[in-house]
C-alpha cells in the first residue's frame, strides 16, 4: 500500500530522474506523521479545555519532581521555545491559576515557576488519557516495531544535537 509520500516520490522521479529522493521519504514523512500525531494529541487536550503547549508546560513542572519548581531558563530549554515566548505562556498560566512566579529567594535575577495545586491536580488527572491516547496513535505498529522505531528515532535526535 502506498502512502502519500510514494506519490511525491514518484512525481519527482519523473521529473526529475537523476534526483536523489530517499532523504524525502524520510524528512516528508517524519514531518507528516509529526503533523498527524499532533494532531490526535492537541484533540485530546483541546476536549480538556487545553492547548498541548499548555500541558507541555504543566507536566514539565510536574517532572521537576518534589518542588515542581524550574528557573525560567531551565523551563525555556526543556519547553525548546524562546524565554520570550515562554514569559508569554507562563503569563497566561498565571491568569489561569496553573502555575506561579516568584524571584529566586538566593538570586533575585532569577525567576522560579511552580505549579499551583490545580495546576498538579490538572497535569496529574490528564497523564494517564495522554499515554492512551499516544499508545492509540501509534496502535498501527507492533510493540517491537514501535521499540525500533522509538531507537531510530532516537538516533537521529542525537545526530542532530537534541540532547538531555
Same mark, same amino acid.
Do not use: C
Given at each position: 500500500?502506498?502512502? =502519500? ?15 536523489? $529522493? $530517499? ?19 492537541? #484533540?485530546?487536550?483541546?476536549? +480538556?479545555?487545553? #492547548?498541548?503547549?499548555?500541558? @507541555? ?7 521537576? !519532581? @518534589?518542588?515542581? $519548581? ?5 523551563? =525555556? ?13 507562563? @503569563? ?15 538570586? &533575585? ?10 495546576? &498538579? &491536580?490538572? =497535569?496529574?488527572?490528564?497523564?494517564? /488519557? +495522554?499515554?492512551? $491516547? #499516544?499508545?492509540?496513535?501509534? @496502535? /498501527?505498529?507492533?510493540?517491537? #516495531? ?7 528515532? &532516537? ?5 542532530? !544535537?537534541?540532547?538531555?
Amino acid at each position: 500500500m502506498n502512502d =502519500a509520500v510514494d506519490g511525491i516520490i514518484e512525481r519527482w522521479g519523473a521529473l526529475r530522474p537523476d534526483l536523489d $529522493t $530517499t532523504p524525502i521519504g524520510v524528512v516528508v514523512r517524519v514531518f507528516r506523521a509529526a503533523r498527524l500525531l499532533d494532531q490526535g494529541i492537541k #484533540e485530546y487536550f483541546e476536549a +480538556h479545555g487545553l #492547548e498541548t503547549w499548555e500541558y @507541555d508546560l504543566l507536566s514539565t513542572l510536574l517532572r521537576a !519532581g @518534589d518542588s515542581s $519548581t524550574l528557573r525560567m531558563s531551565d523551563l =525555556a530549554g526543556a519547553a525548546m521555545i524562546s524565554p520570550a515566548a515562554l514569559t508569554n505562556r507562563i @503569563d497566561r498560566l498565571v491568569v489561569k491559576g496553573l502555575v506561579t512566579r516568584a524571584t529566586d529567594p538566593e538570586n &533575585r535575577r532569577l525567576v522560579r515557576t511552580a505549579l499551583t495545586d490545580q495546576g &498538579r &491536580r490538572i =497535569a496529574n488527572d490528564l497523564i494517564d /488519557g +495522554h499515554v492512551a $491516547t #499516544e499508545l492509540a496513535l501509534i @496502535d /498501527g505498529l507492533t510493540p517491537d #516495531e514501535q521499540a525500533v522505531l522509538a531507537k531510530l528515532l &532516537r538516533k537521529l535526535l542525537l545526530s542532530l !544535537g537534541d540532547q538531555g
